[in-house]
C-alpha cells in the first residue's frame, strides 16, 4: 500500500504541486500551493468536489468569488469556468469524476 509521500508528484501551474491517485471512475488530486500563487480560469468536464485542508483559498467558481478556508468543501459542475487564488499556503484535496487522463504520469 503506497503512502502519499511516495507517489511522484507534478506541477500543474508555476506554485500548484500535485499528487494524483486514479481509480477506474475517478481521480484524487493533492495539492500543495504557494501562497500568492494563481491558477488560471479553466474549465473541464469533470465534476469536481474541493476540500480545504489546510490555508485560505479565494476561489471564483462560475463568475461567484469566495473564500474557502480550511475544513470548507464546495462542489464544482463540470464545464463550470473556476479560477483560485492561495491567499495562504494551502493543502487541497480535489476529487474528480471521471478520471483526469491529463493528470496521469
Given amino acids: 500500500m503506497p503512502h ?3 507517489i511522484k508528484g507534478k506541477e500543474i501551474v508555476p ?3 500535485g499528487r494524483f ?3 477506474e471512475t ?3 488530486s493533492f495539492v500543495d500551493i504557494e501562497q500568492g500563487k ?8 469533470h465534476e469536481q468536489i474541493t476540500h480545504i485542508l489546510e490555508g485560505e ?3 471564483i467558481i462560475g463568475g461567484e468569488k469566495m473564500v474557502l478556508t480550511a475544513g470548507s468543501v464546495y462542489v ?3 464545464n463550470t469556468p473556476h479560477s483560485a487564488t492561495a491567499l ?3 493543502r487541497v484535496l480535489d476529487a474528480f469524476h471521471p478520471v483526469r487522463e491529463d493528470y496521469k504520469i
Fill in 21 to 23: 491517485v486514479h481509480g
Fill in 88 to 90: 495562504t499556503q494551502c
Fill in 57 to 59: 483559498l479565494e476561489m
Fill in 15 to 17: 506554485g500548484y504541486f
Fill in 38 to 45: 494563481s491558477l488560471p480560469e479553466h474549465s473541464h468536464p
Fill in 4 to 6: 502519499l509521500s511516495d
Fill in 26 to 28: 475517478m481521480t484524487l
Fill in 76 to 78: 464544482i459542475p463540470g
